[in-house]
Each structure stands twice: as C-alpha cells, then as structure tokens.
C-alpha cells in the first residue's frame, strides 16, 4: 500500500503546476484525499481536501480560487491543479488518504512522500 505524489518543480510566479498523488494497492476512490504543505522554516498546513462519497471539496483560504483537486479513478489518482503560483507557495507538498473524513496533519490511513513545489523568478 502506497501514496506517492509528484509533479513539483521549479515554477516561475504567476505560473501553474499540475500534482499528483497515485495510490498503489488500495483504491483512492474508497477514501477522502487531502493535499498538505510544508514550506522552508515552516509547520505544515493542510492545503485542500476531496471527500470519499460525493467527491466535494475543500480548500484553505490561501488557495482558494487558485488550487483545484479533482479524481480520476480509473487512473487511481488525485490531482491538485495549481494556478497563479506565488513565492508563497514554496513548499514539500505531500497527500494523505482517510477512510471516513478528510485527513488531518495527525489523522489519516495512508500518507505518501512528498514532491518539492518552488516557485521563483
């Protein structure tokens, strides 16, 4: 059982990137997924959430109108688009998976490495 999320690099500001988070040996659709980030100095923050059910979703206020998490089930992924990206977004982020709720930095069934997100001109 796995998560592995990828999709970081170096973007410049007001750019985009496109993360992923792939489960292996388990099905993500069976479970909420969220999204988290750590920046440089920083404690981590939780950065967006889809639940199990209904597939709603969630978003910090920092993110929002800017982030958008979506599944693909039939690739056993999450996705966390990015748009107008700022220095601000730095940062290792990492996904998570919880059977019943959205994941919390301390409550969640499965949670994967990170990917590094820097965003500098």
């Known amino acids: 059982v796995q998560l592995q999320a990828s999709g970081g690099g170096l973007v410049q500001p007001g750019g985009s990137l496109t993360l992923s988070c792939v489960g292996s040996?388990?099905?993500?659709?069976?479970?909420?997924i969220g999204w988290f980030r750590q920046a440089p100095g920083q404690e981590p923050e939780g950065v967006s959430c889809?639940?199990?059910?209904?597939?709603?979703?969630i978003y910090a206020d920092f993110v929002k109108g800017r982030f958008t998490i979506s599944r693909d089930n039939a690739k056993n992924t999450v996705y966390l688009r990015m748009n107008s990206l700022s220095p601000e977004d730095t940062g290792i982020y990492y996904c998570?998976?919880?059977?019943?709720?959205?994941?919390?930095?301390?409550?969640?069934?499965?949670r994967g490495q990170g990917t590094l997100v820097t965003v500098s001109s």
């Open positions: 998570a998976a919880e059977i019943n709720y959205c994941p919390t930095l301390d409550i969640y069934n499965y």
């Open positions: 040996g388990f099905n993500l659709d069976e479970y909420a």
């Open positions: 889809i639940t199990r059910s209904d597939s709603n979703t």
